[in-house]
């Protein structure tokens, strides 16, 4: 209904169109429908490989370029073989997909919706357990870790972009009483491509989804050591209803992959999760092709963090050991925004440093589809392991360096890294400044009245800004560190861990070389997917050129 506003301006008054919450996170307890599920859907998965093949324009396909997806706490287990897409046939993604954009984009966004409200229902009823299984075997995550991410994540991306997307519609402009004004919401003209990374499938589902959802059309190159999990995701929006040529399913070497989409005239988005370097690369690359481009292409990135802890003398202990142990070991450290630097205040580092080595003790790392009191699994491949593997190396030779606990590293069976603490007495130590993405955890103790220096020193340690927490009890010092390390992190908390973030409550990124921080999870996410066009059309003829003053 229409509602008049003084000044004589109209305004289209509406209600949210669906009502969502976030999906619960099931616990698996011994006995549970949903233990009994996973047990089920993981002994299906035992000793299996499954045939991924590239499915372009609709089509199955297999080129001569064939891998494996290695499982990591079992590397002799082939989870999935799968192909890498030529240039050629890439190209013949593009083109599949731009055959379906027009159709695609005159979609409504109604109906576009539905497509990824059903998918979140399977994911949360029927096909739950075949993707945790698969993210689990594929990707080393225990249990927990798996369900919180895809499940309760990728269902929650789906459907809360859908109802962000349905309140988006109904936002419109003023209308007067001789013009109405109008905003439609089309997708971007051209593709958009989807580079996704291994640590999370959720990630993947979203990369590709919130795009499509928005009408574009997109090329999903997964990444190769999450085949197993983002092919089952592709298969569920498929069923779902989401028409084969708007995502493309696009396993491929990264440079030929990067070297060929960013060549194309009508790449019109990049919407990247990865490393550094290789975003550096495809921006730069976007900007060496900028003349032949129909549009200046939305580049959207999110390239992981040197996130920290800062206590301060009246933190509560047990939650910075808590929270630090969790943030710094969960899924062996492997997330963008895990905790690798923890600043302690001297005072309370004797009672922190004992805490945290009792703890550590209690830590299991193995296999978590056989044990479920595995606390987190082996990294992810033999490149990962081997670096992890040299920055112990590195803590060993350094005088400034203290391995307190743990960096054992075997990989004859799996990519397994003992959770590591080490304290460094130089806060600008390398191992300080730079990303490891593995279970390292470094401690710098600080002098109690340099605690402001500390400030500083966080804030200017690293080019990342992606997370970061403060414990303290004292609101002045927290109001002090929220002021000063403004810029230093996108998701910041306050006596809580720097990981966990969770859709609609706490929208994620970082900006600095952390990425662009476009806050997926959040509202505003939607509209880097989204070209706008406004319209007003008119009701009452014009009688003449000439006005008012010119009489």
């Known amino acids: 209904m229409w509602r008049a506003l003084r000044g004589g301006g109209r305004r289209w008054q509406h209600h949210s169109a669906i009502t969502v919450t976030n999906e619960p996170i099931l616990e698996f307890k011994p006995g549970s429908p949903e233990r009994a599920a996973i047990e089920k859907a993981l002994a299906d998965l035992k000793g299996k490989t499954e045939a991924i093949p590239c499915v372009i324009g609709g089509e199955e396909v297999w080129t001569p370029t064939v891998r494996y997806q290695l499982s ?14 030529s240039k050629e046939l890439i190209n013949k993604a593009i083109n599949a997909a731009l055959a379906a954009r027009k159709e695609w984009d005159l979609k409504p966004v109604q109906d576009r919706a539905q497509i990824f409200l059903k998918a979140a229902d399977m994911l949360s009823g029927p096909r739950r357990a075949e993707v945790l299984a698969k993210t689990m075997i594929g990707q080393g995550k225990t249990v927990i870790q798996a369900e919180i991410d895809a499940a309760a994540e990728l269902i929650d991306f789906f459907r809360f972009n859908a109802k962000y997307a349905l309140e988006l519609e109904k936002s419109q402009p003023l209308s007067v009483d001789i013009s109405t004004n109008s905003m439609v919401y ?38 190769d050591t999450a085949l197993l999990s983002s092919y089952a995701v592709y298969k569920i929006l498929l069923e779902a209803g989401l028409p084969p040529n708007v995502v493309q399913f696009v396993p491929a070497d990264g440079p030929v992959f990067g070297d060929t989409v960013t060549s194309s005239e009508h790449l ?56 630090t142990l969790r943030s710094a070991f969960e899924y062996g450290g492997q997330k963008c925004s895990a905790c690798s630097r923890l600043y302690a205040p001297a005072s309370l580092w004797p009672h922190i440093k004992g805490k945290l080595l009792e703890e550590h003790g209690k830590i299991k790392v193995g296999d978590p589809t056989q044990d479920f009191g595995t606390f987190f699994s082996a990294v992810i491949d033999d490149k990962s392991f081997a670096r992890i593997k040299k920055w112990i190396e590195h803590t060993k030779k350094s005088p400034n360096l203290t391995i307190l606990a743990g960096g054992g590293c075997d990989d ?29 955890l470094t401690v710098y103790v600080y002098p109690e009245e340099r605690y402001k220096e500390v400030l500083a020193l966080i804030d200017t340690t690293t080019p990342y800004g992606l997370t970061g927490a403060v414990f303290a009890q004292e609101k002045r010092i927290i109001e002090e560190a929220r002021s000063f390390l403004r810029n230093a992190a996108g998701n910041f908390y306050i006596n809580d861990k720097s990981t966990g973030a969770v859709v609609a409550q706490q929208p994620f990124g970082g900006s600095r070389i952390s990425g662009t921080n476009d806050k997926p999870g959040g509202p505003h996410y939607i509209l880097r997917w989204t070209s706008p066009q406004a319209i007003k059309e008119t009701h009452v003829p014009l009688t003449d050129w000439r006005y008012a003053y010119m009489q």
């Not at 003209?189 to 990369?207: K, Q, R």
């Not at 304290?423 to 600008?428: F, I, L, M, T, V």
Request: glycine letters at 10%.
């Open 72 to 85: 990591p706490f079992n590397h002799a287990h082939k989870v999935a073989k799968f192909c890498y897409a």
């Open 186 to 223: 089309r997708g971007l003209e051209g593709f958009v491509a989807a580079v996704s990374p291994f640590n999370f499938t959720a990630i993947g589902g979203n990369l590709a989804g919130a795009p499509a959802l928005m009408g574009n059309v997109v090329l999903w190159k997964p990444s």
């Open 268 to 323: 019109c988005g990049l919407n990247f999760t990865g490393s550094v370097p290789t975003f550096k690369r495809l921006w730069k690359q976007v900007a060496d092709n900028l003349d032949r481009y129909r549009n200046f292409p939305r580049l959207a990135g999110e390239c992981g963090g040197k996130n920290f802890h800062l206590v301060h003398s009246s933190a509560d202990v047990g939650s910075v050991v808590n929270g």
């Open 412 to 440: 004859s069976v799996g990519y397994f890294i003992e959770p590591c603490i080490v304290e460094s007495k130089d806060p600008q130590d390398p191992i300080m400044k730079e990303e490891i993405f593995g279970p390292i």
